[in-house]
């Protein structure tokens, strides 16, 4: 039996959950443009007027607008110009491009709904119901295409999710029941949709926690998984080679880990590497940076931080790995000028300056079994736009298929960039929308933006 202090301090940690939506005037508007966008966690870059990249990332409640209607990253192009309205910490709320509401969108963004379940924040358990507050960016639409299903006694399957809106396998991870009551709640802040429904369940799952999110299957949708890859689990697929869709166990499971990673556990400390003993998963602080110089034969070097322009030191750690191109090679055989993934520990000054892993990007998109579909070309200015693509994988009834882009990115390219076919080198004039490529780049420093510095054609 659990301790009188064990249950207190359980009962503390739940009611310290914060489920507060926030206000549209505590967003900062910033005019800016869609440069990338990672359908699948829900988070992108855009450019400011000013010039400068900023990401950002959607917290649970949050949905962009499109053509003046709640949209998905996968409806909103590359290049739209528009409002982002940022929470601090580079949270994205949501997006104005100054449109009215558009019919065809707002169908578009109820059916895409209707496939994955309505999204929602679980308020409070009892033995047999959890009541849960749905999110809605738009509650008067959110009224008419969904109230007439929010009534008593309407059948109900509320399934788990993570942060990011993703669900494991609804068919596993969810309870039917019905809907037991339904309460109407302000809308004074952003994210609500001004419902607050109770539904019976069956079982009270791991996943039905206060202030865990949720998607709910209304009556009449069928309860169904998550595309490949934008699933936490690929049931009936073949095993995923992209490790950053897979389930995130440091994001997910955080009290699995004694120490802290860029994921939680940000009251723990990081990881110390030990003489002999290989780091373990998730125990890195990644940063990116353009090699600067170096000296390959004392195992050091310097890196321009991505985006600050900062210059960093860094030393290799022992049997620390190189890689470029997919292939494991010496410091000395890193090209200086372009962008590199530093897994980076502390020292005894607590600086993340020894490196255990440095990788080209090229590497970690091979890693990961990505490349990039060119879906546009604009010569004129140095660009194109391409779609994150997977590779073809078996289906439940054992075909081939190729899964939807799991986002899409603006890459720019000058006159040094090299394009590469097998061992023939040409150049961006030869690239063909269809092409799929894997790159390197250079980082984005002040006045600097990235560009290309060489681009691969990868075989269909």
Same mark, same amino acid.
């Given at each position: 039996?659990?301790?009188?202090?064990?249950?207190?301090?359980?009962?503390?940690?739940?009611?310290?959950?914060?489920?507060?939506?926030?206000?549209?005037?505590?967003?900062?508007?910033?005019?800016?443009?869609?440069?990338?966008?990672?359908?699948?966690?829900?988070?992108?870059?855009?450019?400011?007027?000013? !010039?400068?990249? /900023? *990401? %950002?990332? @959607?917290? &649970?409640?949050?949905? $962009?607008?499109?053509?003046?209607s709640e949209s998905d990253?996968?409806?909103?192009?590359? !290049?739209?110009? /528009? *409002? %982002?309205? @940022?929470? &601090?910490?580079?949270? $994205?709320?949501?997006?104005?491009?100054?449109?009215?509401?558009?019919?065809?969108?707002?169908?578009?963004?109820?059916? %895409?709904?209707?496939?994955?379940?309505?999204?929602?924040?679980?308020?409070?358990?009892?033995?047999?119901?959890?009541?849960?507050?749905?999110?809605?960016?738009?509650?008067?639409?959110?009224?008419?295409?969904?109230?007439?299903?929010?009534?008593?006694?309407?059948?109900?399957?509320?399934?788990?999710?993570?942060?990011?809106?993703?669900?494991?396998?609804?068919?596993?991870?969810?309870?039917?029941?019905?809907?037991?009551?339904?309460?109407?709640?302000?809308?004074?802040?952003?994210?609500?949709?001004?419902?607050?429904?109770?539904?019976?369940?069956?079982?009270?799952?791991?996943?039905?926690?206060?202030?865990?999110?949720?998607?709910?299957?209304?009556?009449?949708?069928?309860?169904?998984?998550?595309?490949?890859?934008?699933?936490?689990?690929?049931?009936?697929?073949?095993?995923?080679?992209?490790?950053?869709?897979?389930?995130?166990?440091?994001?997910?499971?955080?009290?699995?880990?004694?120490?802290?990673?860029?994921?939680?556990?940000?009251?723990?400390?990081?990881?110390?590497?030990?003489?002999?003993?290989?780091?373990?998963?998730?125990?890195?602080?990644?940063?990116?940076?353009?090699?600067?110089?170096?000296?390959?034969?004392?195992?050091?070097?310097?890196?321009?931080?991505?985006?600050?322009?900062?210059?960093?030191?860094?030393?290799?750690?022992?049997?620390?790995?190189?890689?470029?191109?997919?292939?494991?090679?010496?410091?000395?055989?890193?090209?200086?000028?372009?962008?590199?993934?530093?897994?980076?520990?502390?020292?005894?000054?607590?600086?993340?300056?020894?490196?255990?892993?440095?990788?080209?990007?090229?590497?970690?998109?091979?890693?990961?079994?990505?490349?990039?579909?060119?879906?546009?070309?604009?010569?004129?200015?140095?660009?194109?736009?391409?779609?994150?693509?997977?590779?073809?994988?078996?289906?439940?009834?054992?075909?081939?298929?190729?899964?939807?882009?799991?986002?899409?990115?603006?890459?720019?390219?000058?006159?040094?960039?090299?394009?590469?076919?097998?061992?023939?080198?040409?150049?961006p004039q030869d690239l063909?929308?269809?092409?799929?490529?894997?790159?390197?780049?250079?980082?984005?420093?002040?006045?600097?933006?990235?560009?290309?510095?060489?681009?691969?054609?990868?075989?269909?």
């Amino acid at each position: 039996m659990r301790s009188l202090l064990a249950l207190l301090l359980l009962a503390s940690s739940l009611h310290a959950v914060d489920l507060t939506f926030p206000k549209l005037t505590d967003a900062k508007r910033i005019r800016g443009e869609l440069v990338s966008a990672d359908f699948v966690h829900r988070s992108g870059q855009f450019r400011t007027e000013k !010039g400068e990249l /900023m *990401d %950002f990332a @959607m917290p &649970p409640f949050a949905i $962009l607008k499109h053509r003046g209607s709640e949209s998905d990253l996968r409806d909103v192009p590359l !290049g739209a110009k /528009m *409002d %982002f309205l @940022m929470l &601090p910490g580079g949270q $994205l709320l949501t997006t104005d491009d100054g449109q009215k509401p558009d019919p065809e969108q707002q169908k578009k963004f109820r059916e %895409f709904t209707e496939k994955r379940g309505v999204a929602g924040w679980i308020t409070q358990t009892d033995a047999k119901s959890a009541t849960v507050i749905l999110f809605s960016g738009e509650p008067a639409f959110f009224e008419s295409a969904f109230g007439s299903l929010l009534v008593k006694g309407k059948e109900t399957r509320l399934c788990v999710a993570n942060e990011e809106l993703r669900t494991w396998n609804p068919g596993v991870d969810g309870e039917r029941g019905s809907i037991l009551e339904v309460q109407k709640l302000p809308i004074d802040r952003f994210g609500t949709s001004g419902y607050q429904i109770t539904v019976s369940v069956s079982n009270m799952l791991e996943g039905f926690r206060r202030g865990r999110v949720v998607r709910l299957f209304l009556a009449g949708w069928k309860a169904q998984d998550q595309f490949y890859g934008e699933s936490l689990m690929g049931y009936g697929f073949t095993r995923m080679l992209n490790q950053e869709l897979v389930e995130n166990v440091a994001q997910e499971y955080p009290e699995q880990f004694p120490f802290r990673t860029d994921y939680g556990n940000e009251h723990l400390p990081w990881y110390q590497p030990k003489p002999g003993v290989k780091p373990p998963p998730f125990s890195e602080h990644l940063v990116l940076g353009e090699l600067v110089k170096m000296d390959a034969s004392a195992g050091r070097g310097q890196f321009a931080m991505d985006r600050t322009g900062e210059r960093v030191d860094f030393t290799l750690l022992e049997k620390a790995v190189i890689k470029r191109r997919g292939k494991e090679v010496a410091l000395a055989d890193l090209p200086s000028g372009q962008r590199y993934r530093f897994h980076l520990f502390q020292d005894d000054r607590g600086a993340f300056t020894r490196a255990s892993l440095v990788s080209d990007d090229f590497s970690h998109q091979e890693a990961n079994a990505v490349t990039y579909r060119i879906t546009e070309l604009k010569p004129e200015a140095h660009l194109m736009h391409v779609g994150w693509q997977l590779p073809e994988t078996k289906d439940y009834n054992g075909d081939m298929q190729r899964p939807p882009d799991f986002g899409h990115s603006i890459l720019h390219w000058n006159d040094q960039t090299k394009v590469w076919k097998d061992e023939t080198k040409l150049s961006p004039q030869d690239l063909k929308i269809g092409d799929a490529v894997r790159f390197n780049t250079s980082a984005e420093l002040p006045g600097k933006p990235s560009v290309c510095s060489d681009l691969w054609i990868q075989k269909p």
